[in-house]
C-alpha cells in the first residue's frame, strides 16, 4: 500500500508518518463481471421495480414514472462519468472517503468517511427487515404458515457474516446467481408486454417522455411529480459501491470505471424499460388506480405477468423478490465491511487497526469488520424487535431514509471533489477536461442536490406508518451528527496529532500507473 497526498495542505508540511504496515485485501480476487454483479446487486433491480415503481405511478408522476426514470438516469450518468475519471487515479478501498479527502480535504473526506460507513451499516438492517417481510408473506402464501419474522432476519444475517467472511470472488458468484434470475425474471415480464403489443392502451409510449417527467399522476388528489422523481432516484442506490472493489479487483484502473458506467447506463435502460412495459402490459388508468392501494401496488407487475405467462411466473416473482432483495442486503454488508476496515487501517485509533483494520491471512477477506458490521446489524434488528417495531414500515422504512439521505449528500460532495481534485492547483493540468472532470460532475453534483431537496420535502410520505415514530423524528439529526463527528475527529488530529491527521483518506493501492 502507499500513501499519496493529492492536495496543497499536504504539500506544505512536513512529510507525515506511514501508518504501521497495512494489511491489504485480496488482489485480483475478481473481475469485471464480478464487480458488476456486486455493484447491481447493491441497487437491486426487482426490489427497487416493485418497492418504488408502484409509489411513483400512485402518488408520484403516473404514467409518466418510466419518464422520471430516464431523467434520473441522465443526471446520474453525468456524476458517473466524474466518479469513473476519479476511479482512474485513485484505488482504495473507502471510495466516497478516499475521493472526497483527495478532493476536498481531510475534514470534509473524514466527515463523509463517517457518514457513509453509517449509511451502509443501516442499509444492511433495512434490507433485513424487507427481506424478512418478504420471507413471512412467501411462506404464508405458500403453506398459509406464520412464523416470526425475526427468524429470517437472523438467518440472513448469520449467511451475510458467513460468507463475507471468505474470498470476495464467492460472495460474488452467490450474488451473480441472484441477481441474473431477478433480472432474467424482469426481463421476462417486460418482453411479453413488448410481444403482445401492450396492454388495453397500446404501449402507451407517451410514458418514457422526458418532459412529461415532471408532470403530477392525472385523477390522483395530492400527487406530486416530486415523489415520482425522488424515488427513481432512490432506485439506484448502491450502483457507486464499485469503487470500493477496486483494491480487490483485476486491472481497477480500467475495470472501475467502465463497471460504474456500465452499471449506471445499463440499470437505468433497464428501469425505463420494465417500468414502461409494467404501465403499458396493465394498461396507463389501471395502473394508476392499482398503484393508489398499497395492498394491490405489486399487481402493476403481476398483473402483467399473470396475464401474459401465467400463475407460475407469479410465483416464481415472488420468490425471486425474496432472493433478490438478500442479495442486496449481502452487498450491502460488503460495503459497511468494506468502510470499516478502511476506517479501521489508518490506525488513527490504536484499537481500530488492531481490530476492524485487519484481513484474513488466507481468505483476504476483512473479516473482522464484517464481523462487527453483523454485530452492528443484529443489534439494531433486535433493538426493532423488542420495541414491537414491522420489519417493513419501520425497520425497512425508516433505515432506508436514514441512509438514502446520507449517501444522497456524499454522492454531492464526491462530485464537487471531482471538479476540485482536477481543477484546483497545478497537479492535473494534463487529466482535465471541460467535460468528463468538471461540467458532468458539477451538474450530477448539483442533481444530487435537487434529489437532497426532494427527500426532505416528501419525508413524511416516504416515512408512510412510522413518520409518527422518535427515530423518523430524529434522522436528520443523526445524519448530522455523523458529519459533525467525523470532522471533529479530522479536526481534533489537525491540531493534536499532524503526523496521524495527513493519513487521514490518504492510504490508496499501489500499482504501475503512478498519481499524476
Known sequence: MSEIYTDKLSQQLDAPARPQEVQRLRKNAVGLMGVLFMTVATAAPITAMLGNVPIAIGSGNGQYAPAGYLVATLI??????????????????????????????????????????????????????????????????????????????????????????????????????????????????AGAVLWHGGGPQGLAPESINPLKAFTPAQGVIGANAGIGLFFAFWSWVGFESSAMYGEESRNPKKIIPLATLLAVIGIGVFYVFVSWMAIAGSGPSEAIRLAQDPAQAAEVFYGPTRLYLGEWAVSLFKLLVVTGSFACGMAFHNCASRYLYALGRENL???????????????????????????????????????GKDPYADLYALLAILGTMGILIVQALCAFAVVCYFHLGTRHVAQRHWFKTFLAPLLGGLGMLYVVYLLFANLSFA?????????????????AASFALGAAIALYFRHFDRRKYHIIGSIVMDDERQEP
Open 76 to 189: 446520474l450518468a453525468l456524476f458517473a462519468i466524474g466518479y469513473a475519471q476519479m476511479a482512474k487515479y485513485i484505488t482504495a478501498t473507502g471510495a466516497f472517503y478516499g475521493f472526497i479527502a483527495h478532493g476536498l480535504g481531510r475534514v470534509v473526506g473524514m466527515a463523509a468517511g463517517i457518514a457513509v460507513t453509517l449509511t451502509y451499516i443501516v442499509f444492511e438492517a433495512a434490507l433485513v427487515g424487507i427481506f424478512a417481510f418478504f420471507c413471512v408473506d412467501l411462506l404464508a402464501s405458500v403453506s398459509g404458515l406464520q412464523a416470526p419474522w425475526v427468524l429470517f432476519a437472523l438467518a440472513m444475517l448469520a449467511a451475510n457474516g458467513i460468507l463475507s467472511y471468505f474470498d470476495i470472488s464467492l460472495t460474488a458468484k452467490v450474488l451473480g446467481i441472484c441477481l441474473v434470475l431477478e433480472i432474467l425474471m424482469l426481463a421476462l415480464m
Open 349 to 387: 485509533f490504536d484499537c481500530l487497526g488492531r481490530s476492524v483494520g485487519r484481513t484474513h491471512p488466507r481468505h483476504g477477506s476483512p473479516h473482522v469488520a464484517s464481523t462487527v458490521q453483523s454485530l452492528i446489524a443484529t443489534a439494531i434488528v433486535l433493538a426493532f424487535l423488542a420495541a
Open 463 to 479: 416515512a408512510g406508518s412510522a413518520a409518527q415514530s422518535l427515530l423518523f423524528k430524529l434522522i436528520p439529526w443523526i445524519v
